[in-house]
């Protein structure tokens, strides 16, 4: 008589498996639970140094040819004023945490800004520049200071 | 046999895959990574076109054409003559870049580029800042905390440093420099002396060739920065001032003595002396040129007052003298709203004798000027010789030598009155 070979796992083998396959699992998604954390987290905190330093470069581009400048202190942002050699009256303020530039109408320059705060000793003027958002239930913020030496003060 | 293996075309699709997503990822690291380079060499560029007109303007007012150089390829700078209406400086840092300014000497205006990596590359980023420049008639430009033309003695915890006053007050957010640089065209041994815990935070020089025996230094006392010998920087007398003003008026508030307070507005004074005593006060209300023929004293606790929006140029010919708590009391704290000409010739013309604080300039190349009692000057001094005693002090003002190619003394000249980027 013909033996057919019918071996198959025993139960043990199979259990032994399925143990060491839930280990890869887990570990498997503990790893990409990580990246799913920290992806979004480091995109909006990359997005937050851009957002602040496209606020300070138009800033400090515009004040270093300033004069007249003025500044409006505010309880959580500060607004300031003054005029360059083409353009008189402009200012640049936060409202609903964007960097508004007004002249001649609106123009939004910045986003996620929570503060904004200029200071004034002598001929040098200090920006600072602070984003802030939520990712994932997580605060992040990203502070950017940078003095300008006014030229035309 | 087993013929289907099917390991090859897996390993073929993964290595695909892993192809495509690393070099998007490369893409996008490329495309950020030229914007960041685009930013960084625009920042470069303006520094270099600012730089431009710094060097354009040093140029303008050494008034000489050495450094007047071609332009990148542009004609401008043939025939370079002083006189010429259009001028060219240019200058090249290395591999980072360079910058071409031109001057427009008749309409005072000087445009810098600056380009980065070079004028001629096809994919430079280049920035443009124009400026528009004031003349300035006789205002004194010094570029020495001191200079004198002979001897300098500095003792007992004197001391010579710098600040900015463009900037803001001394010391005031790290506003204190090492540029109190001192000079002197004596060629004595020693020229200059410092003893006991004298302190000079700058660098210094001699007239003399050899200035380690020229500069005498004892008891502990210091030279921040580097000697050097052989300058010689012609120190001008004070000529017979002009009025401004196109005629003098008599001064009648220059002798004040009591509680007595006098006014003088905007205008060219003129009188045979100044002098206050007790507590009396002399308030400068404008843009005044004062010319005393005598002698300049104040005494006891009188003060010579320059309100906020004034400014003084004052002409001695005779001894200037500050005793007791007198003292110019420069409101507005620029140096450069307060000078002094001393027109006297020999003795020791200019005496700050009190513990008193000036801002101003004085430039007396044909007399003393001493200083004693903890006396302490922010701006600049031209001497004939100095003595620098009991911890007097002078605190260079680094914004007065901006705009000056010479040594020190009175000479027209351009400050720049208007910056603007294009």
């Given at each position: 008589?013909?033996?057919?070979?019918?071996?198959?796992?025993?139960?043990?083998?199979?259990?032994?498996?399925?143990?060491?396959?839930?280990?890869?699992?887990?570990?498997?998604?503990?790893?990409?639970?990580?990246?799913?954390?920290?992806?979004?987290?480091?995109?909006?905190?990359?997005?937050?140094?851009?957002?602040?330093?496209?606020?300070?470069?138009?800033?400090?581009?515009?004040?270093?040819?300033?004069?007249?400048?003025?500044?409006?202190?505010?309880?959580?942002?500060?607004?300031?004023?003054?005029?360059?050699?083409?353009e008189?009256g402009i200012q640049y303020a936060?409202v609903?945490?964007?960097?508004i530039r007004s002249h001649n109408g609106n123009r939004t320059i910045?986003?996620?800004?929570?503060?904004?705060?200029?200071?004034?000793?002598?001929?040098?003027?200090?920006?600072?520049?602070?984003?802030?958002?939520?990712?994932?239930?997580?605060?992040?913020?990203?502070?950017?200071?940078?003095?300008?030496?006014?030229?035309?003060? | 046999?087993?013929?289907?293996?099917?390991?090859?075309?897996?390993?073929?699709?993964?290595?695909?895959?892993?192809?495509?997503?690393?070099?998007?990822?490369?893409?996008?690291?490329?495309?950020?990574?030229?914007?960041?380079?685009?930013?960084?060499?625009?920042?470069?560029?303006?520094?270099?076109?600012?730089?431009?007109?710094?060097?354009?303007?040093?140029?303008?007012?050494?008034?000489?054409?050495?450094?007047?150089?071609?332009?990148?390829?542009?004609?401008?700078?043939?025939?370079?003559?002083?006189?010429?209406?259009?001028?060219?400086?240019?200058?090249?840092?290395?591999?980072?870049?360079?910058?071409?300014?031109?001057?427009?000497?008749?309409?005072?205006?000087?445009?810098?580029?600056?380009?980065?990596?070079?004028?001629?590359?096809?994919?430079?980023?280049?920035?443009?800042?124009?400026?528009?420049?004031?003349?300035?008639?006789?205002?004194?430009?010094?570029?020495?905390?001191?200079?004198?033309?002979?001897?300098?003695?500095?003792?007992?915890?004197?001391?010579?440093?710098?600040?900015?006053?463009?900037?803001?007050?001394?010391?005031?957010?790290?506003?204190?420099?090492?540029?109190?640089?001192?000079?002197?065209?004596?060629?004595?041994?020693?020229?200059?002396?410092?003893?006991?815990?004298?302190?000079?935070?700058?660098?210094?020089?001699?007239?003399?060739?050899?200035?380690?025996?020229?500069?005498?230094?004892?008891?502990?006392?210091?030279?921040?920065?580097?000697?050097?010998?052989?300058?010689?920087?012609?120190?001008?007398?004070?000529?017979?001032?002009?009025?401004?003003?196109?005629?003098?008026?008599?001064?009648?508030?220059?002798?004040?003595?009591?509680?007595?307070?006098?006014?003088?507005?905007?205008?060219?004074?003129?009188?045979?002396?100044?002098?206050?005593?007790?507590?009396?006060?002399?308030?400068?209300?404008?843009?005044?040129?004062?010319?005393?023929?005598?002698?300049?004293?104040?005494?006891?606790?009188?003060?010579?007052?320059?309100?906020?929006?004034?400014?003084?140029?004052?002409?001695?010919?005779?001894?200037?003298?500050?005793?007791?708590?007198?003292?110019?009391?420069?409101?507005?704290?620029?140096?450069?709203?307060?000078?002094?000409?001393?027109?006297?010739?020999?003795?020791?013309?200019?005496?700050?004798?009190?513990?008193?604080?000036?801002?101003?300039?004085?430039?007396?190349?044909?007399?003393?000027?001493?200083?004693?009692?903890?006396?302490?000057?922010?701006?600049?001094?031209?001497?004939?010789?100095?003595?620098?005693?009991?911890?007097?002090?002078?605190?260079?003002?680094?914004?007065?030598?901006?705009?000056?190619?010479?040594?020190?003394?009175?000479?027209?000249?351009?400050?720049?009155?208007?910056?603007?980027?294009?």
């Open positions: 008589m013909k033996k057919i070979n019918r071996a198959g796992f025993t139960l043990l083998e199979v259990l032994i498996v399925a143990v060491i396959f839930s280990f890869i699992i887990a570990g498997i998604y503990g790893v990409m639970n990580v990246a799913n954390i920290s992806y979004p987290t480091e995109l909006g905190m990359l997005g937050l140094q851009q957002q602040a330093r496209q606020g300070m470069q138009w800033i400090t581009r515009e004040t270093r040819e300033a004069s007249l400048i003025t500044i409006i202190p505010g309880t959580d942002s500060d607004a300031i004023s003054f005029d360059t050699p083409n008189n936060v609903n945490n964007q960097v910045a986003f996620n800004i929570s503060a904004l705060r200029f200071s004034r000793t002598g001929g040098i003027l200090q920006i600072q520049i602070n984003a802030a958002a939520t990712v994932l239930l997580k605060p992040l913020a990203f502070s950017l200071t940078e003095k300008v030496r006014l030229r035309n003060e | 046999m087993n013929k289907r293996g099917a390991a090859l075309i897996i390993s073929y699709m993964v290595i695909a895959v892993l192809t495509i997503l690393g070099g998007a990822f490369m893409l996008s690291s490329i495309s950020e990574s030229k914007i960041s380079n685009n930013y960084f060499q625009s920042n470069q560029a303006l520094w270099l076109a600012d730089a431009g007109i710094q060097k354009a303007v040093w140029e303008l007012n050494k008034n000489s054409c050495a450094g007047c150089l071609q332009c990148g390829t542009a004609t401008l700078c043939e025939n370079c003559a002083c006189s010429n209406a259009n001028k060219c400086v240019s200058g090249t840092f290395g591999s980072i870049g360079d910058y071409d300014a031109t001057i427009d000497s008749v309409n005072a205006i000087i445009t810098s580029v600056g380009s980065v990596p070079d004028r001629n590359a096809v994919n430079k980023v280049s920035r443009t800042v124009q400026v528009t420049l004031d003349e300035v008639g006789t205002g004194p430009f010094f570029d020495y905390a001191l200079f004198t033309n002979g001897s300098i003695s500095l003792s007992n915890s004197a001391s010579i440093d710098s600040y900015d006053s463009s900037i803001g007050d001394y010391n005031v957010g790290g506003n204190i420099g090492t540029n109190g640089d001192v000079g002197t065209n004596s060629t004595g041994t020693p020229a200059i002396t410092l003893s006991n815990t004298a302190a000079i935070n700058g660098d210094v020089s001699v007239g003399g060739s050899n200035p380690n025996t020229a500069i005498g230094i004892y008891n502990s006392a210091v030279i921040s920065g580097t000697k050097s010998g052989s300058i010689n920087v012609p120190l001008a007398s004070v000529p017979v001032p002009t009025p401004p003003a196109g005629s003098w008026a008599p001064c009648t508030s220059c002798s004040l003595w009591g509680t007595n307070t006098g006014d003088l507005g905007s205008g060219s004074y003129s009188a045979s002396g100044l002098s206050l005593s007790n507590s009396s006060q002399l308030n400068i209300n404008g843009i005044v040129t004062l010319y005393i023929t005598g002698n300049v004293s104040l005494s006891n606790s009188t003060k010579l007052k320059i309100n906020p929006g004034g400014k003084l140029t004052l002409y001695v010919d005779g001894v200037l003298s500050l005793s007791n708590t007198a003292e110019f009391n420069n409101l507005s704290k620029t140096p450069s709203n307060l000078n002094i000409y001393s027109r006297k010739s020999g003795g020791s013309g200019v005496t700050f004798s009190n513990n008193t604080v000036m801002y101003g300039t004085v430039y007396a190349p044909d007399t003393a000027v001493t200083f004693s009692n903890s006396f302490q000057a922010y701006g600049a001094i031209v001497a004939k010789s100095t003595t620098l005693s009991n911890s007097s002090k002078i605190h260079y003002d680094e914004a007065l030598g901006q705009a000056s190619g010479q040594g020190g003394g009175s000479s027209s000249g351009y400050t720049i009155s208007h910056w603007q980027e294009m």
